[in-house]
């Protein structure tokens, strides 16, 4: 069966060529762990009885920005091979850690196997499942999730189509990602915490401010706030863009943000009033960015 599970529409069998994410019908993932360094409510801390989020980190990407961190296991498709029995396994083991969460990171060209998982550990996966994302989404096929995923932590990252197509030859990013994030609302319209603070449903947004663009950043926090009610969501603003991964020809992006910037991001933000989290500037550090 050909592959257009995502906007990019690649029309290809993946048993015999591939798309532009890289990946074949086998579930490649590049790493599992159990993850602290999530928004607060996904990760918990001392205090609660279970601690940190069982990320599973799938191999290859439908995005592919061209400042990515995590390229060693985006721009390819590399890791082990799991089975859709294995991967439901998997997730149980991570439960079994005592991790707050299943998170499920850049999973969009798995999400037929990942159902299949699921439906095999119905009634044994007690934590809620993540659907952790670029955003780059079709409608339909986040609709799909419904009954499977109870958070959803999606990325808005671009406004502008000349800026998407720049970064991640995607010009429609927009269009998608923010229809994409209306069926997410839809699904889990409200936050929904534990009585120890974990988010068991609900949707996260998250935004990582690029140098040089902060009006684009402006642009999608007002987007936001007109379209959406923003007491149904929690917004996380990020910081943390590092320019080592991002090729010389994109100068623009070759240097961290600066105060200047973030600061009048974050005005924006608090003007209009939405609740959720401000990373701190100082986490602008690739200290910060997993190894794979
Ligand atoms: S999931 Fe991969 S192969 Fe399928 S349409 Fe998207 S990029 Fe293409």
């Excluded at 396994?89 to 969460?101: E, P, R, S």
Aim: hydrophobic residues 35%.
């Amino acid at each position: 069966m050909v592959c257009n599970l995502c906007p990019r529409n690649c029309s290809v069998d993946r048993c015999k060529s591939l798309g532009f994410c890289g990946a074949t019908n086998e579930v490649v993932v590049s790493k599992y762990m159990v993850h602290n360094w999530e928004e607060p409510c996904l990760v918990g801390d001392l205090t609660t009885t279970r601690r940190g989020s069982g990320a599973i980190f799938f191999s290859g990407c439908n995005l592919r920005c061209v400042y990515c961190q995590n390229k060693e296991i985006s721009g390819s498709v590399k890791g082990t091979v799991y089975s859709v029995e294995g991967l439901a396994d998997l997730m149980l083991d991570l439960q079994n850690m005592g991790v707050c969460n299943i998170n499920l990171v850049t999973p969009t060209h798995y999400s037929n196997q990942i159902r299949k998982a699921l439906d095999l550990i119905k009634g044994k996966l007690t934590i809620p499942v993540v659907y952790n994302t670029s955003g780059y989404e079709k409608p339909e096929e986040i609709e799909k999730m419904r009954g499977y995923v109870s958070v959803f932590l999606t990325d808005l990252k671009y406004f502008s189509s000349e800026l998407s197509q720049k970064y991640s030859r995607a010009s429609d990013y927009f269009e998608y990602a923010i229809e994409s994030l209306r069926v997410m609302l839809d699904i889990s319209p409200k936050m929904v915490f534990d009585k120890e603070g974990i988010l068991q449903s609900g949707v996260i947004v998250r935004h990582l401010c690029l140098p040089t663009h902060r009006q684009d950043s402006i642009r999608i926090l007002e987007e936001l706030g007109s379209r959406f009610d923003k007491d149904s969501f929690k917004l996380s603003l990020m910081s943390q863009y590092t320019p080592e991964f991002c090729p010389e020809e994109f100068s623009q992006l070759r240097r961290r943000i600066t105060t200047f910037e973030y600061e009048s991001v974050v005005k924006v933000a608090l003007r209009i009033g939405f609740d959720g989290y401000i990373q701190d500037k100082s986490s602008a550090s690739a200290k910060f960015t997993p190894r794979f």
